[in-house]
T-cell receptor
Framework: GAVVSQHPSRVICKSGTSVKIECRSL??????MFWYRQFPKKSLMLMAT?????????EQGVEKDKFLINHASLTLSTLTVTSAHPEDSSFYIC???????????FGSGTQLSVL | AQSVTQLGSHVSVSEGALVLLRCNYS??????LFWYVQYPNQGLQLLLK??????LVKGINGFEAEFKKSETSFHLTKPSAHMSDAAEYFC???????????FGTGTRLKVLA
């Protein structure tokens, strides 16, 4: 069964609105979760590392005020795309690593379309 | 810094033919190595991984990969392609002790009837 649950799977929103994406670890407590962004026909780009109980660590070039990450519990991390614009349209995927960092489990992804 | 190179963004094979997807990496220390498969509009599913031990690793759906340190390669193979293997395949590396994964740009596998 699924190890990581990600919702919603698809969202369409108007420019200027904010969108929240949830990522839940179902099988184990995850102190660390990851958020990736995938452009069409491109690889996955790590956006940020979500740390339970502390601030997220953002990769270079990722706007932390645009992409708000909250990891309030050991099983839930949320990514909020604030004031979304068409260029934010993309496929966003969360992931969780097992305790030994030997496996990365992915959510099913969220296709965000900003009109 | 680590990096991953996947040669060939598109690979086409006939059903029943050998599948070979290439992956080379660059890393200052022997990394953990992974192959993931992605079907349209879905997340990624782990096919196989190498951490330590035997360099030939077997994964799901009949896939296997061999870690060759001297060639810094981790090519993915399957003896006989099936139509259901058509998907996007990603090679990834992760330095041991870190949580960071670096992905290649992916190879789209097409299986011809």
């Amino acid at each position: 069964g699924a190890v990581v649950s990600q919702h919603p799977s698809r969202v369409i929103c108007k420019s200027g609105t904010s969108v929240k994406i949830e990522c839940r670890s179902l099988d184990f407590q995850a102190t660390t979760m990851f958020w990736y962004r995938q452009f069409p026909k491109k690889s996955l780009m790590l956006m940020a590392t979500s740390n339970e109980g502390s601030k997220a660590t953002y990769e270079q070039g990722v706007e932390k005020d645009k992409f708000l990450i909250n990891h309030a519990s050991l099983t839930l991390s949320t990514l909020t795309v604030t004031s979304a614009h068409p260029e934010d349209s993309s496929f966003y995927i969360c992931s969780v690593t097992d305790s030994r960092n030997e496996k990365l489990f992915f959510g099913s992804g969220t296709q965000l379309s900003v009109l | 810094a680590q990096s991953v190179t996947q040669l060939g963004s598109h690979v086409s094979v006939s059903e029943g033919a050998l599948v070979l997807l290439r992956c080379n990496y660059s890393s200052s220390v022997p990394p953990y190595l992974f192959w993931y498969v992605q079907y349209p509009n879905q997340g990624l599913q782990l096919l196989l991984k190498y951490t330590t031990g035997a360099t030939l690793v077997k994964g799901i759906n009949g896939f296997e990969a061999e870690f060759k340190k001297s060639e810094t390669s981790f090519h993915l193979t399957k003896p006989s392609a099936h139509m259901s293997d058509a998907a996007e395949y990603f090679c990834a590396v992760s330095p041991p002790g870190t949580y960071k994964y670096i992905f290649g740009t992916g190879t789209r596998l097409k299986v011809l009837a």
